[in-house]
């Protein structure tokens, strides 16, 4: 495989797994929003939990984030040439994908920690309608916190791509 064709695939990967984490987050945030039950006039959502909260908000981080860089990587993709100087753009490219997933891997540990934790503390509660809404309710945390898990991997691919392309850079 040439040179060329080995950077075209890799420009293909790079917007494949940064499309394929966009979607997914906003799946996560989709799930997260829509996780909510009404039980005796009280309404349960996503703002009660402040883990979820902080989840939803690095969610919407990331999409802004990868939605600002898809025109980029298209423009890359199609023309083979950076849309802004190569080597700025190398360094922007890798350390923002560093500070994004750093929030996104704490958000994840958030989402998950706070439903394990609070799943069991139903341990205790007895059999009740109220009970299954509570673990339907955090059982969609758990799908929210997962989506986000799969998009922080999707991105961490395109991180590591970039990263190889700054070591190609330093290289030469």
Request: hydrophobic share 50%.
């Amino acid at each position: 495989m040439s040179e060329a064709e080995v950077s075209k695939t890799l420009r293909i990967a790079t917007l494949a797994f940064k499309v394929l984490a966009l979607i997914l987050f906003l799946g996560s945030v989709i799930v997260l929003v829509t996780d909510n039950f009404t039980y005796k006039n009280l309404i349960y959502r996503y703002r009660l939990i402040y883990s979820y909260r902080y989840m939803l908000y690095a969610s919407a981080i990331g999409i802004a984030y990868v939605f600002c860089q898809l025109p980029i990587a298209i423009f890359h993709l199609i023309t083979g040439k950076h849309l802004i100087n190569y080597g700025p753009m190398l360094y922007f490219e890798l350390f923002g994908d560093k500070v994004i997933l750093s929030l996104l891997g704490t958000a994840i540990g958030a989402g998950f920690g706070a439903t394990y934790d609070l799943k069991r503390s139903l341990d205790g509660v007895d059999q009740s309608d109220y009970k299954s809404k509570l673990e339907e309710f955090f059982n969609l945390g758990f799908v929210s916190a997962s989506l986000l898990l799969l998009g922080f991997l999707g991105f961490g691919a395109s991180s590591f791509i970039s990263s190889l392309a700054l070591s190609k850079k330093a290289q030469k």
